[in-house]
């Protein structure tokens, strides 16, 4: 195995850390290796369960170890919005991002509303999704745009209250109607009005006053880029994981695209020019594009800095190290230590290795300390 050397990238010998701070890093990949450093975490799961029930469940069980769980919304067989809160409500416990692996390879028009629409409406739930660039660069111009909309209209939200104060008394005998409600409109309104309904002369109804008021309240914080809270290195061992996670807060509001530039099946077609072009499209959209799924770093240029996610990653069973791995069905595995140190990748995505294992949660820890392990070496931090 060979180390890096000065041939190589400056991302191959850069901290997690060190790269959040980067000029042409964008606000979500800035929080995510963040979130990386603070977790000592390169694990991103792959999610190949079919019931909202495994979904959650392999969530809780790995959540402490991944930095990003990715999904495949439509292989849910019961997919809802309980799905989508589940999810949500423990991505915000465990400090994970959700990468929802859709592909998308399609026109502008339909892969705009194959993001924000239909039964899954990926755009309000993933922060991370990825498409092919079979189509041309166009595509992420579209999806960018559809994103864009989608942090707009979270942004704005709009509050409408109606109530109706009761009539002035008749009598001690009659009854005072009182009402008053509360609804959520997505229209942008704004002031009240106050209006008197009056029955038909003659008939012998009461008076009330109806008064409806419509506020407008615009958070800016996600469409700007977020101010990240930062941390001297050798605070991370003064300071607990917690405490650490928490001065984090939440990841802001924003959605970013991986391009496919690389795959990890047998004969895949995603090769040279193709691979180049991806890395071409993704410097014209950097303030969209994260990085790539590929199966070594692409960051050439100075200015470079996006990050690698590689599936294919798996370890052989214990006592049998230097196994080569593979499912019969094309799929090639690679080792942490590979994807990690040997081609300067970022992200190990892992899949069966964990989801398949008699226990998960010890599974994916191992998976999580061969994938610092091989980082640490990568970037030279002295193991003690």
Same mark, same amino acid.
């Given at each position: 195995?060979?180390?890096?050397?000065?041939?190589?990238?400056?991302?191959?010998?850069?901290?997690?850390?060190?790269?959040?701070?980067?000029? =042409?890093?964008?606000?979500?990949?800035?929080?995510?290796?963040?979130?990386?450093?603070?977790?000592k975490?390169?694990?991103?799961?792959?999610?190949?369960?079919?019931?909202?029930?495994?979904l959650?469940?392999?969530?809780?069980?790995?959540?402490?170890?991944?930095?990003?769980?990715?999904?495949h919304?439509?292989?849910?067989?019961?997919?809802?919005?309980?799905?989508?809160?589940?999810?949500?409500?423990?991505?915000?416990?465990?400090f994970?991002?959700?990468?929802?692996?859709?592909?998308?390879?399609?026109?502008?028009?339909?892969?705009?509303?194959?993001?924000? =629409?239909?039964?899954?409406?990926?755009?309000?739930?993933?922060?991370?999704?990825?498409?092919?660039?079979?189509?041309g660069?166009?595509?992420?111009?579209?999806?960018?745009? &559809?994103?864009?909309?989608?942090?707009?209209?979270? /942004?704005?939200?709009?509050?409408?209250?109606?109530s109706?104060?009761?009539?002035?008394? $008749?009598?001690?005998?009659?009854?005072?109607?009182?009402?008053?409600?509360?609804?959520?409109?997505?229209?942008?309104?704004?002031?009240?009005?106050?209006? $008197?309904?009056?029955?038909?002369?003659?008939?012998?109804?009461?008076?009330?006053?109806?008064?409806? =008021?419509?506020?407008? =309240?615009?958070?800016?914080?996600?469409?700007?880029?977020?101010?990240?809270?930062?941390?001297? @290195?050798?605070? &991370?061992?003064?300071v607990?994981? &917690?405490?650490?996670?928490?001065?984090?807060?939440?990841?802001?509001?924003?959605?970013?695209?991986?391009?496919?530039?690389?795959?990890?099946?047998?004969?895949?077609?995603?090769?040279?020019?193709?691979?180049?072009?991806?890395?071409?499209?993704?410097?014209? /959209?950097?303030?969209?594009?994260?990085?790539?799924?590929?199966?070594?770093?692409?960051?050439?240029?100075?200015?470079?800095?996006?990050?690698?996610?590689?599936?294919?990653?798996?370890? @052989?069973?214990?006592?049998?190290?230097?196994?080569?791995?593979?499912?019969?069905?094309?799929?090639?595995?690679?080792?942490?230590?590979?994807?990690?140190?040997?081609?300067?990748?970022d992200i190990?995505?892992?899949?069966?290795?964990?989801?398949?294992?008699?226990n $998960?949660?010890?599974?994916?820890?191992?998976?999580?300390?061969?994938?610092?392990?091989?980082?640490?070496?990568?970037?030279?931090?002295?193991?003690?």
């Amino acid at each position: 195995m060979t180390a890096p050397t000065p041939s190589h990238h400056p991302t191959w010998t850069l901290s997690y850390r060190e790269r959040a701070s980067h000029t =042409s890093t964008g606000p979500l990949a800035s929080y995510l290796l963040r979130l990386i450093s603070i977790k000592k975490t390169n694990l991103c799961l792959s999610a190949d369960v079919e019931t909202t029930a495994e979904l959650l469940q392999l969530a809780e069980e790995v959540g402490d170890s991944i930095c990003i769980l990715k999904t495949h919304c439509d292989v849910i067989t019961d997919w809802s919005e309980r799905t989508v809160k589940g999810l949500r409500d423990l991505a915000r416990k465990k400090f994970f991002l959700v990468f929802e692996d859709r592909k998308f390879a399609d026109i502008g028009g339909t892969v705009q509303k194959q993001y924000t =629409s239909g039964h899954y409406r990926i755009a309000q739930w993933a922060e991370i999704t990825n498409a092919h660039i079979l189509p041309g660069p166009a595509i992420v111009t579209a999806l960018h745009q &559809a994103a864009t909309k989608t942090i707009e209209k979270y /942004n704005t939200t709009v509050h409408t209250e109606i109530s109706a104060s009761p009539p002035p008394s $008749r009598g001690h005998n009659e009854d005072e109607d009182e009402e008053e409600v509360a609804v959520e409109s997505p229209m942008e309104v704004e002031g009240s009005e106050e209006q $008197r309904l009056s029955t038909p002369k003659g008939m012998d109804r009461k008076c009330s006053v109806v008064s409806i =008021s419509t506020t407008i =309240s615009t958070r800016t914080e996600s469409i700007s880029p977020r101010p990240q809270p930062d941390f001297h @290195p050798d605070e &991370a061992f003064n300071v607990d994981i &917690a405490t650490l996670l928490s001065r984090l807060g939440e990841p802001p509001y924003l959605r970013s695209l991986l391009l496919l530039a690389e795959m990890s099946s047998e004969g895949h077609l995603l090769t040279g020019e193709y691979t180049s072009k991806c890395v071409e499209i993704a410097r014209s /959209n950097r303030e969209f594009v994260m990085g790539f799924i590929a199966q070594r770093s692409l960051n050439k240029e100075h200015e470079d800095n996006f990050l690698t996610m590689t599936p294919g990653c798996q370890l @052989p069973p214990p006592g049998q190290e230097g196994k080569k791995l593979g499912d019969g069905l094309g799929q090639q595995y690679n080792t942490p230590r590979c994807i990690i140190y040997d081609k300067g990748c970022d992200i190990i995505i892992v899949g069966r290795g964990i989801v398949n294992a008699p226990n $998960r949660k010890v599974e994916a820890e191992r998976y999580r300390q061969e994938g610092w392990k091989a980082y640490e070496e990568r970037v030279g931090v002295k193991r003690g």
